[in-house]
DNA sequence: CTCCCAAATGTAATCGATTTCAGAACCGAG
DNA sequence: CTCGGTTCTGAAATCGATTACATTTGGGAG
């Protein structure tokens, strides 16, 4: 490996000018030609542990989710790098996997390699941010909201489970379950009063054993699918508070026979990799690149200097009608 | 954010020795109890960007996949994460959208930042790992072979395709095509071999208008399955040759009204988030997470100093028949 | 022709942790 | 009581890039 001494020889410069040359300052021409071509011919790249530790930031950011294997997080990260990349930034995708010993963790070593800002899913409405936050590091939360008072990007959870449960209502389905992520994570508990303003606006009662909280994963969507088809007086249809609850009840109802539309499916989220007739279930698409893009875009501002009050972002959701077209 | 000297003046010692505290060399009980208190006090957390300019090495490895949103290769990831963390190191997760440029720019940061290794499925046959492995820093390949001389970590691919051709012979399909990934990429054309392998060993004719490389993406599935299936001869039957490409087949197949097993589809991997009955397809199952075990584990190995000759870890696969019970 | 200012360049300090080297303190053996 | 050898400890050099400050150079104004 290369440095900067060893090209500022080869060129006949000093250290300080072949630095220049690469942070765009004055310097003559002759002497960039000289300093290119000596960091060409020495293959030289600047080592970013020196540059890290003398400047106090490094041009990584951290996104931190709370589960790798859900399509709906990657999507968003791939928002998010497509944005940072071409702001000359690298993502440093980190997986909590929903626990906060590994989510401070990850967000101590933000810290300590000084990186310029984080992107967060939290794990929980507990998650503590506070060593981040006493850096001055600016954070953007996805998905989710803190308590904390930073920029935030969320979907409009809320409508997206009464458009989700109007479907159903529409399609004529009678008895609607609702199966969501964990109570004590805002966006489960958000689509959940989304499901009841549905129900409550046709004049329906609500019948707590219908609505579920489980995990966002595969196996909490069947546990609870199949909870639902054990009671006493069955569901005829279910909203899935996510992509992944969605997978799950679907596997169970079809392990049931009771493939869509038989029962009445709606999915917050977009199927991932389905391979069901897209008339059969209702999906409400949540636009997950673009929530990375956004919280990309606000960060950048962040980093850059934007000192504005803390803004909260909230994007509007589609819906995919079953029966409908493509 | 205090630092080494902030912790010395408090505990009433020098730098040094609280470094040595951290490093475990020889102090005095007294003062490693006064060092460890001071540290608690002041919330000191080293700087890394010191400690890998001083060391030369940071405790991070870089695990490059060329496709984030595939589930194969995520739950690899979960592997790697697995081991890595336990053994005190943080995983950097990069992007490389099997784009040769977008590797060699994570590998030159892997680099510049010192990492201590790197796990890689190369984006292609002429990924350019020359200046990496010239920094002497071990490399593990996963999934694909490589051109150099480096430990790796493969599945079975032959025998794999081979699996999967057999279990629709034997389930009485007569015309069997075969949907690859991209015809450079050796775990593709070896899967393919292993398809071939299989109808010869038979005795049938390969028609060469069956075999279809394309990409290993969902699309890249549906155009191969659409091809298929407007030929003169259709066939009934169809190997897919990663998971995503499975997908595309079957929901090309669905949308024709020829939903598995109207037309036999084998499988060569999970297929991700399914909900499709389990009988209703075979599936070839790719061990993705010990792969990223294993790769992660000989990386430590390296990474520890061992320097005995490249090894090649071959990973065995389970066929799931279709109409097997789970 | 002199003076002043701006541009270009170099010197040396700096970021914070690790590590070499040398010295201090202490032990038991002879 | 002296000597050789551990065991601790601190001072200072070091990693490689950036940058404050000083110095040189050249051009234009007066």
Known sequence: MST????????????????????GTSVSDEKVAAVRDAAKRLNFTPNRAARTLRT?????????IPDIENPYFTEMARGVEDVASKAGYSV????????LDKESTYLQIAIAEHMSGVII?????SSNLDPIIATGRPVVAVDRHTAYDVDGVVMANRA?????????????????AYIGGPAHIDTAAERAAGWQDALTAEGREIDP???????????????????LLALPERPDAVVAGNNLIGVGAIQVLTEHGLTPPAVGVAVIGSLPFTTLSPSAVTVVRLPARHMGVTAANMLLER??????PARTVVLRNQVHAAGAAR
């Open 121 to 125: 899913a939290t794990a929980s409405e």
């Open 303 to 308: 980093i850059r200097g934007d000192q504005q």
């Open 160 to 176: 997206a489970g009464t458009s989700a449960t109007k479907d159903l209502i529409r399609a004529g389905y009678r008895r609607i």
């Open 92 to 99: 440093v995708l980190c997986n909590s996997d929903a626990q």
């Open 56 to 64: 106090q930031n490094s041009e990584v950011i951290a996104l931190v």
């Open 209 to 227: 054993e219908l609505l579920r909280f489980s995990t966002f994963r595969v196996d909490g969507g069947r546990a609870a699918m199949e909870e």
């Open 4 to 23: 900067i001494y060893d090209v500022a020889e080869l060129a006949g410069v000093s250290p300080a000018t072949v630095s220049r040359v690469f942070n």
